[in-house]
């Protein structure tokens, strides 16, 4: 499995914007977030999310974002084999 690809497009005093490209058969790695965050879907697709107390797909919706509290754990696949899934992430200093 391959790693997603962070590229940090803003970082200062009050937020952090980073794109996140998820080619197919990609993840993250898990982490935890120390900010409240917000996801803004750039692609339509879906995500697995392996969490402390299970796993889950999302459904990403282009231009349908929501948001997430610090403190959050998770690792974050792309389960497709054909579609890559890309976001734009959103962290609240």
Known sequence: MDDATPT???????V???E????PDSHTGWHRHEMDY????????QLHLKE???ERTIELVLGSPYFREEGVEH????????????F???EMK
């Open 75 to 86: 690792d974050v696949i792309n389960p497709s084999e054909t579609s890559e899934v890309i």
């Open 16 to 18: 952090r914007v980073t």
């Open 8 to 14: 940090q497009l803003i970082d200062n005093d009050r």
């Open 88 to 90: 734009i992430e959103v």
């Open 38 to 45: 917000v996801v803004v879907p750039v692609t339509n697709g």
């Open 52 to 54: 402390p107390d299970g």
């Open 20 to 23: 996140w490209k998820f080619p």
